[in-house]
């Protein structure tokens, strides 16, 4: 069995749980979701830069002040950055102590993939829990940032809570993929 095109023999964890099981529908259903978000994503790194360069070009050509593009375009990044999270989990492209790998057996990866999911969940259910402890406050005491413009902070403090929200549960979904797919063998 072939994992992300490495062959993993039979000890393999695997990515995709057991056909028509609740976790592979939950994994096709975020796996849409994750598509549709990086789209957004990516629109919103194009506003951000198109913005950025509109700020530049109106202080360098018109002496125009600018109070409100560099904190929007920030938002626009940190929304980028936290809510497209979760696919590029799905692809397995965060932390993964990939200079283990080859001196692993494919049984030793497997338990190393394990591992590394256990503490990455943990994490990352740490980090969403203070994400939202934080959006909770933000919106409760009408919390805005520090600048002219004065943006309410719920707005980046919701795209971080919700981004780590979904990479906690794509990291949840593999983990329960890998023990099940374990189970199976």
């Known amino acids: 069995m072939s994992v992300h095109g490495i062959d993993l023999g039979h000890s393999v964890v695997a990515t995709a749980a057991r056909p028509g099981s609740p976790v592979a529908r939950i994994n096709r259903a975020m796996a849409v979701l994750n598509k549709a978000i990086v789209v957004l ?3 919103a790194l194009i506003v951000a830069s198109a913005i950025l360069s509109y700020s530049v ?3 360098y050509f018109f002496n125009a002040a600018t109070y409100w ?3 929007a375009a920030v938002f626009l990044l940190v929304g980028g950055t936290f809510l497209s999270t ?5 692809g397995r492209g965060h932390i993964g102590i990939e200079a283990l790998t080859g001196y692993l057996s494919p049984r030793g990866n497997a338990v190393r993939t394990l591992l590394v999911d256990a503490v990455s969940l943990l994490f990352c259910c740490f980090f969403s829990w203070k994400s939202w402890t934080l959006l909770h406050e933000a919106w409760v005491d009408g919390q805005v940032s520090g600048s002219t413009w004065a943006p309410p902070l719920w707005i980046p403090y919701s795209m971080m809570a919700l981004g780590m929200s979904l990479m906690t549960l794509q990291i ?3 983990f329960v993929s890998a023990i099940d797919g374990w189970r199976s063998k």
């Open 172 to 174: 949840a979904l593999q």
């Open 41 to 43: 994503c990516s629109i």
């Open 57 to 59: 070009a109106a202080r």
């Open 86 to 90: 979760a696919f590029v989990q799905a």
């Open 69 to 71: 593009q560099d904190e």
